[in-house]
């Protein structure tokens, strides 16, 4: 009798340790819509610097050619290269900025740790979902603003 109290008791206590540490429905949600951004904002990042390194590549060349100062065409295009260059220089800016002002939801297993709540101490699932929801507004305004400076 006493093992199958022991084994009802155990199963109980790890009931309770796996509700704890499991998130709710709109917790869920809001990791989700953090994983996704997180994978948006990775990709966008990879993009703007893949076009800075060609970009720089090809102005360090146009910058070698002898006729840059006597030929006004290639001027004028090294001009536009270099806005557009700069441009892609402030959009990874940009770009970092918004990552490191990003509120990021701690693990299950740093909550286990003891990791505090970046949204707050009283913060509910539903606040930390509409932050989440404020930082893909936010993300998607970032990204149009950078899809006008690649046209």
């Known amino acids: 009798m006493k093992r199958i109290q022991y084994f009802i008791f155990a199963l109980a206590i790890s009931g309770l340790v796996a509700c704890s540490t499991s998130d709710s429905p709109v917790l869920n949600q809001a990791r989700t819509m953090q994983?996704?951004?997180?994978?948006?904002?990775?990709?966008?990042?990879?993009?703007v610097t893949s076009k800075v390194t060609v970009l720089e590549g090809t102005l360090i060349d146009m910058s070698k050619d002898t006729t840059l100062n006597?030929?006004?065409?290639?001027?004028?295009?090294?001009?536009?290269l270099k806005e557009q260059y700069n441009g892609l220089l402030d959009a990874k800016t940009r770009i970092d900025n918004w990552r490191i002002n990003m509120k990021l939801l701690p693990t299950p297993e740093?909550?286990?740790k003891g990791a505090e709540n970046p949204f707050g101490k009283d913060a509910s699932d539903e606040d930390v979902l509409n932050a989440m929801r404020s930082a893909n507004a936010d993300f998607l305004t970032l990204k149009a603003d950078l899809d006008k400076i690649n046209q």
Not at 35 to 41: A, F, N, T, V, Y
Not at 70 to 80: E, F, G, H, M, N
Request: net charge negative; with cysteine; glycine share 0%.
């Open 110 to 112: 740093e909550i286990a």
């Open 70 to 80: 006597s030929d006004t065409a290639l001027k004028a295009k090294y001009v536009i």
């Open 35 to 47: 994983e996704s951004l997180m994978k948006e904002c990775n990709l966008l990042d990879s993009s």
